[in-house]
């Protein structure tokens, strides 16, 4: 079956940096587009990144461009988002995501906070 697992988040303050990592099982890992969202409290969960299969060309939420990157290895099965100069507002749980066949999959998550 599709798993997910994220890891990384933790406390953080603002200008630092984080590494989230999500290890991929179950289906062909380097196949399928891969995404990350995040959620806040009280607030609907949004795209982050995305990273596509057939060239590894890249998207971005107009909040976070030119602060994270969201990068793959295929041999690993595990796809990476680089978050650098980290404000308050990027506080969130991060979910990792794929979709195959008009099924989304998650992961549980992972928590980022950015607080002093």
């Known amino acids: 079956q599709v798993q997910l697992v994220e890891s990384g988040g933790g406390l953080v303050q603002p200008g630092g940096s984080l590494r989230l990592s999500c290890a991929a099982s179950g289906f062909t890992f380097s196949a399928r587009t891969m995404s990350w969202y995040r959620q806040s409290p009280g607030k609907e969960r949004e795209l982050v990144a995305r990273?596509?299969?057939?060239?590894?060309?890249?998207n971005y939420a107009d909040s976070v461009k030119g602060r994270f990157t969201v990068s793959r290895d295929n041999a690993k099965n595990t796809v990476y988002l680089q978050m650098n100069s980290l404000k308050p507002e990027d506080t969130a749980v991060y979910y990792c995501?794929?979709?195959?066949?008009?099924?989304?999959?998650w992961g549980k998550g992972t928590l980022v906070t950015v607080s002093s």
């Open positions: 995501n794929v979709r195959i066949i008009l099924t989304n999959y």
């Open positions: 990273i596509f299969s057939v060239d590894g060309s890249t």
